[in-house]
């Protein structure tokens, strides 16, 4: 599975949207991109994914460049409760199983 | 939602103990994971099963056993815990859809310490 590479902090102001940014150069075509996140002392928990079109779902939007070498995932409106750590994973579609292996992330901080 | 139940947030035991944790999902998923997870180490996976009875060894599986009789439940075992064993463990689970790969859900964890 392609390496990803994400910035170690960002700040964001409450109500303001979040744009957390993800470089994964080697990906390859069947490879997707996910989004977790992990807030202290909990289980990770998913986010969203895509393989080449942008999603959006009820928590977040991911964009990912034509030539899905970059993604960045969107918090529309943060919250205080979106604070926590962010994960961006590639994963083949074609492996056998999908064995998830967090990188350092990127520690979101949403400021009142 | 997803919801993925793990038995206990917290545990002790005592080195040398047989430890039982417990998965129950409910959303009917092929798949299951046990993961644990320690600071600087990351999230490294224990074993999976893809189907009831079913397991595999995943990158770190010695130590542990896993018990899959029933589709829902997914248990780790802890044959004799040693200190190194101190861990959070994860799981998680998630559906087989073609060959597309779907997310892991996963439970809120458990903090094992071994004394």
């Known amino acids: 599975d392609a390496k990803t590479t994400q910035p170690p902090s960002m700040d964001c102001a409450e109500g303001r949207a979040a744009n957390l940014p993800c470089n994964h150069s080697?990906?390859?075509?069947?490879?997707?991109v996910y989004w977790y996140r992990q807030i202290h002392s909990q289980g990770p928990q998913y986010i969203i994914h895509?393989?080449?079109n942008n999603e959006t779902n009820e928590m977040a939007s991911l964009i990912i460049t034509e030539d899905r070498k970059s993604s960045t995932l969107i918090l529309p409106h943060a919250t205080l409760r979106d604070t926590a750590v962010y994960y961006c994973?590639?994963?083949?579609?074609?492996?056998?199983?999908?064995?998830?292996?967090f990188g350092q992330g990127t520690i979101l901080t949403v400021h009142p | 939602d997803v919801k993925v139940t793990q038995s206990s947030r917290y545990l002790v035991k005592r080195t040398g103990e047989k430890v039982f944790l417990e998965c129950v999902q409910d959303?009917?998923?092929?798949?299951m994971f046990w993961y644990r997870q320690d600071p600087g180490l990351g999230l490294r996976l224990i074993y999976f099963?893809?189907?009831?009875?079913?397991?595999e060894k995943g990158d770190i599986p010695e130590g542990y056993s896993v018990s899959r009789e029933k589709k829902e439940r997914f248990s780790l075992i802890l044959e004799s815990a040693s200190t190194n064993q101190t861990s959070m463990y994860l799981c998680?689970?998630?559906?087989?859809?073609?060959?597309?790969?779907?997310?892991?859900?996963f439970g809120d964890g458990t903090r094992l310490s071994i004394l």
């Open positions: 998680a689970s998630s559906v087989t859809v073609g060959t597309g790969r779907q997310p892991q859900h």
């Open positions: 080697t990906i390859s075509g069947n490879e997707y």
């Open positions: 895509g393989l080449k």
């Open positions: 994973i590639v994963i083949g579609g074609g492996t056998s199983y999908g064995k998830l292996t």
């Open positions: 959303m009917d998923h092929e798949n």
């Open positions: 099963s893809y189907d009831v009875k079913m397991k």
